[in-house]
């Protein structure tokens, strides 16, 4: 759809360092979404069509820590 939430989290025994791809359900590939990396505090623009086929790369860092990312339509 035109907004939406991904969570991913990181447990404590987990030395995982692997990149995650997201593929969110819904994307119009004809629409431009912003995303933001809630704990990065950071946002980007990326075509619906580059969403929909690419997904969005994810990675957490630290153990017991997580990364909240947030899409939505323009």
């Not at 909240?68 to 323009?74: H, V």
């Amino acid at each position: 759809g035109k907004h939406g939430v991904v969570g991913l989290f990181k447990l404590a025994d987990s030395d995982d360092q692997s990149v995650v791809t997201v593929f969110p359900k819904g994307i119009d590939p004809a629409l431009n979404y912003n995303i933001t990396f809630d704990n990065l505090e950071s946002t980007v623009k990326v075509s619906g069509d580059a969403l929909y086929n690419d997904g969005v790369k994810l990675k957490v860092q630290e153990s017991v820590s997580s990364e909240l990312l947030i899409y939505e339509a323009e």
